[in-house]
């Protein structure tokens, strides 16, 4: 899998699953710590429209460019952190995020792998 393969992926889900309100100025493979798979900027852009865009960086380890399923559930994992910037992932009760992810994998997200 190649970086703009990566990034039509990243199109493809910002139009299906959040309609094209996420923005990423970059999404790419590369070199990450060996614990992280994935990891992800976000600021916040008042658009002439009034609606909030956000803007960040997306970046999934080059290890998974040889497991596509996984970079590509990596990518939706951070882009679900641009979506709820401020929700947390890591907790033992459902938050924010988790109903994020499973919102977008109800919509479909399995039938993209």
């Known amino acids: 899998m190649t970086n703009h393969t990566l990034r039509l992926f990243f199109d493809r889900m910002n139009r299906a699953y959040w309609g094209g309100r996420l923005c990423a100025s970059r999404v790419r493979f590369t070199k990450l710590p060996k614990k992280v798979l994935g990891k992800s900027k976000t600021i916040y852009v ?10 960040g960086t997306v970046e999934v380890s080059n290890r998974l460019q040889e497991i596509p399923v996984f970079a590509i559930l990596t990518l939706a994992h951070e882009m679900v952190h641009l979506a709820r910037p401020k929700a947390k992932c890591q907790s033992n009760r459902p938050t924010a995020f988790h109903r994020e992810f499973k919102r977008i994998l ?4 399995y039938e993209l792998l």
């Open 46 to 55: 008042r658009g002439k429209d009034h609606d909030t865009c956000y803007v």
């Open 106 to 109: 109800d919509a479909g997200l």
